[in-house]
């Protein structure tokens, strides 16, 4: 669990000093034993030799990889996270709430007898279908079981993709929604995923991925531990994120940040100028950071000058 105390302190100390019309310098979260994180292992595909051996052998605290070594059907075991957190690490199990790829076994299920929970397709990602979250079968059939999962195998915490979806459904498919509705009913089942996993496994992390604004949502800023953010300074792949949104996702990060949650900014850059500069803002906002490929399907070294250990 993060520290709550220490941050109410540093939010009220924060609200005084832009009332006198300066702002505080950001703090580096600490990780929820005490600890500050500074870096991640971001691989969700191609695990050499199906292992985690790499993973483990990463100078990275933090490794979020998926649920399955295939991605489908065959998980990882609890022997297997064991050894990776036998080495410091905290490791999170990556899986999807708002929509969900063709090849994941669930997908079968739901294609053949719960067709209606799939919405439209996710242009950017061919064969991914937005879903009815709020729909109590999707829960039943693919976000509690995969909680169960992640608890029973040993996970530290879950990272969950596609919060974005109530941004991305279309509203002819589901005429009695409302956008601001949607992200409302994110907001919940995030809230409900953390009330889940956290009465089976106390201090179980919840780190959403992308969508930082649901923190105005009653109850979310306070069920998770912490965010990914990806492409904060670049998209993919090389490209420098200057559009209004771009702007806009900083600003609720660094909200979180100053909310006692940690930031873990993934960002796609392979030339070194574009990485260098990545790294530092990592290091001016007190993000954790990976500089990745789109494909995640390998581990890349931290940032120079990132500390590979950390004392919890």
Known sequence: MLAFGVNRVFAL??????????????????????????SVAYQLQDY???????IARSAHPLAVIDLARDAADQYFTADEIARVRATGKKVLAYFEIGAIEEFRPEFREIRDGNADLL??????????????????RWWRLVVQPRLDRAIAAGFDGVYLDTPLAYEEIRLELV??????????????????????????????????QNSPELRRYPGYEAAIDGIGMEELFFRAT??????????????EARALRDAGKLVVAIDYATRPENIATACRRYREEHFAGSVTVRSLDRITAPCPGTKGTITW
């Open 119 to 136: 919405l439209n397709e996710w242009p950017e990602w061919p064969g991914e279908r937005f879903v009815r979250y709020w729909d109590p």
């Open 48 to 54: 050499r030799d199906d292992r985690l051996d790499e």
């Open 175 to 208: 005429p009695a929604e409302r956008r601001d509705g949607l992200g409302a009913k994110m907001a919940e089942l995030i809230v409900r995923i953390t009330e889940y996993a956290r009465s089976a496994k106390p201090g179980f992390w919840i780190f959403p």
């Open 238 to 251: 090389d490209e420098p994120c200057v559009q209004d949104y771009c702007a806009e996702n900083l600003r």
């Open 13 to 38: 100390a924060a609200a005084a000093l832009l009332a006198a019309g300066c702002a505080p310098e950001p703090k580096p979260a600490p990780g929820p034993e005490g600890g500050p994180l500074t």
